[in-house]
Antibody
Framework: QVQLVQSGAEVRKPGASVKVSCKAS????????ISWVRQAPGQGLEWMGW????????HYAQNLQGRVTMTTDTSTSTAYIELRSLRSDDTAVYYC??????????????WGQGTLVTVSS | EILMTQSPATLSVSPGERATLSCRAS??????LAWYQQKPGQTPRLLIY???TRATGIPARFSGSGSGTEFTLTISSLQSEDFAVYYC??????????FGGGTKVEIK
């Protein structure tokens, strides 16, 4: 079965960077893209962007352009998201989610367990 | 960017009663609309996709309807495990994918 296992919680100071991983198993990694979604405490869901695990193409949410980079390592079936110049409002649970099918990004039926990133001085 | 607006923000319902949640898109998303359930501390769970198709394992008391810009999620008879936050998501036009702000279904 499809599994997405994320790295553990992180604490960073404002201005620092963080990199979260999402290790996939149970399917052919390069056949599906990965989206990243975050959720600030007590808030709703925010789509951050998408990466193709086939060729590395990316689409980022406009409000994160310049601060976010999504990558994949096909040798380990792992996706990564790096967020730079962290601010307090980046404090959130970060989720990875797999594409619905080879030709459809969404909906999301497979999610990682979430990684809490706390930005605090 | 397509804005998704959910109403009401909070819905108070007694167990066994019917709950009706609304989701409106700022422009047509055809039937490319999903509903998710999220309980505290848990990952979102896909309930409905294609506006009206239940995901695998989702009970029949959950139903979705609508197309274009107006959508509804109905829970026919609320069970204790259904009290949660519900989000709609459009995937017709992206980037970006967009979610509604959520409706919290609470016990009356």
């Amino acid at each position: 079965q499809v599994q997405l296992v994320q790295s553990g919680a992180e604490v960073r100071k404002p201005g620092a960077s963080v990199k979260v991983s999402c290790k996939a198993s149970g399917y052919t990694f390069t056949n599906y893209g990965i989206s990243w979604v975050r959720q600030a405490p007590g808030q709703g869901l925010e789509w951050m962007g998408w990466i193709s695990a086939y060729n590395g193409n990316t689409h980022y949410a406009q409000n994160l352009q310049g601060r976010v980079t999504m990558t994949t390592d096909t040798s380990t079936s792992t996706a990564y998201i790096e967020l730079r110049s962290l601010r307090s409002d980046d404090t959130a649970v970060y989720y990875c989610a797999r594409d619905w099918s080879y030709d459809s990004l969404a909906p999301f039926n497979s999610w990682g367990q979430g990684t809490l990133v706390t930005v605090s001085s | 960017e397509i804005l998704m607006t959910q109403s009401p923000a909070t819905l108070s319902v007694s167990p066994g009663e019917r709950a009706t949640l609304s989701c409106r898109a700022s422009q047509s998303v055809r039937s490319n609309l999903a509903w998710y359930q999220q309980k505290p501390g848990q990952t979102p769970r896909l309930l409905i996709y294609g506006a009206s198709t239940r995901a695998t394992g989702i009970p029949a008391r959950f139903s979705g309807s609508g197309s274009g810009t107006e959508f509804t999620l109905t829970i026919s008879s609320l069970q204790s495990e259904d009290f949660a936050v519900y989000y709609c998501q459009q995937y017709n036009n992206w980037p970006p994918l967009t979610f509604g702000g959520g409706t919290k279904v609470e016990i009356k």
